[in-house]
């Protein structure tokens, strides 16, 4: 799971922390039943050896915005938060991930950290679009309300969450982000829509494994809500088929003769 690099303390005297956010952890560790693990500090380079490691990603939600640069535009809002750290690991990590068939999860800014690094773009001010919702959240409201559903999304029949959601052709969700995808990334086929056309769920057409991305945040109180909860036991077993693959591959290559010199 990726770290945010965040300034935490009083102004004055604020420090650097990589942070990750509870929620994201515990849907993962209560819902997929798997371990999460964090590479603090981890860089672009490490990215093939590290997922060497693993059996599965959850690229997380965070109030920060992916760098406009890497859809060639410049910052719409200087006001908003980045996090070029980030950016620079997770858009290696979608990359090699996908290669390799490592069952992946994308959550808000995970989903267009993912839709990033397939080459596609996004809207900046989704708010500032005619005919668009306002996608953001009600920042002064209890948490409770945030987080609460706030629009529908229609579901594309035959795709892998529409399944998860047991067939439903629309279902309710959270709503907590500014930016969207505008130009869809490569081999990316978009799998849910919101009212006003934007799309919230994206899944990776040659993916053999596990790869749905969401815009919004099933990992929010995720035992409570049926769909939130299958995505999670949905990647969770994928991860375990992949440690499954991992530890026989490694039983067979240790049992292989040792080829003469
Ligand atoms: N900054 C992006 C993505 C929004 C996002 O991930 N929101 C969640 C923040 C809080 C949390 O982790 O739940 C955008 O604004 O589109």
């Not at 990750?20 to 981890?42: E, N």
């Not at 229609?154 to 892998?160: C, D, E, K, R």
Request: hydrophobic share 45%.
């Amino acid at each position: 799971m990726p770290a945010d690099h965040r300034l935490l303390g009083e102004t004055a005297h604020a420090q650097p922390y990589l942070v990750l956010g509870d929620k994201y952890a515990r849907a993962v560790k209560i819902s997929a039943q798997a371990q999460p693990v964090m590479f603090p500090l981890a860089d672009a380079a490490q990215v093939p050896q590290l997922l060497a490691q693993v059996d599965g990603v959850v690229l997380t939600g965070s109030p920060s915005n992916v760098h406009p640069r890497h859809f060639g535009e410049a910052v719409a809002d200087p006001r908003l938060p980045l996090d070029e750290q980030r950016d620079e690991v997770t858009l290696a990590v979608v990359r090699e991930a996908l290669a390799r068939d490592v069952p992946l999860l994308g959550i808000c800014r995970g989903f267009q950290e993912i839709n990033v690094a397939l080459g596609g773009s996004l809207h900046q001010a989704v708010h500032a679009l005619p005919g668009h919702l306002d996608h953001r959240e009600p920042k002064e409201a209890p948490l409770e309300q945030q987080y609460a559903p706030r629009h529908e999304v229609t579901l594309q029949p035959g795709s892998l969450l529409h399944r998860l959601a047991g067939g439903a052709p629309v279902v309710r969700v959270n709503s907590l982000h500014g930016q969207g995808i505008k130009r869809l990334g490569r081999g990316l086929r978009a799998v849910a829509h919101a009212p006003d056309g934007l799309i919230e769920a994206v899944e990776f057409e040659a993916a053999h494994a596990f790869a749905l991305a969401v815009q919004w945040h099933p990992e929010w109180r995720c035992w409570e809500d049926a769909l939130s909860s299958a995505i999670f036991r949905a990647f969770g077993e994928a991860v375990r088929q992949r440690r499954a693959r991992r530890l026989r591959e490694a039983r067979t290559f240790a049992a292989a003769p040792e080829t003469p010199a």
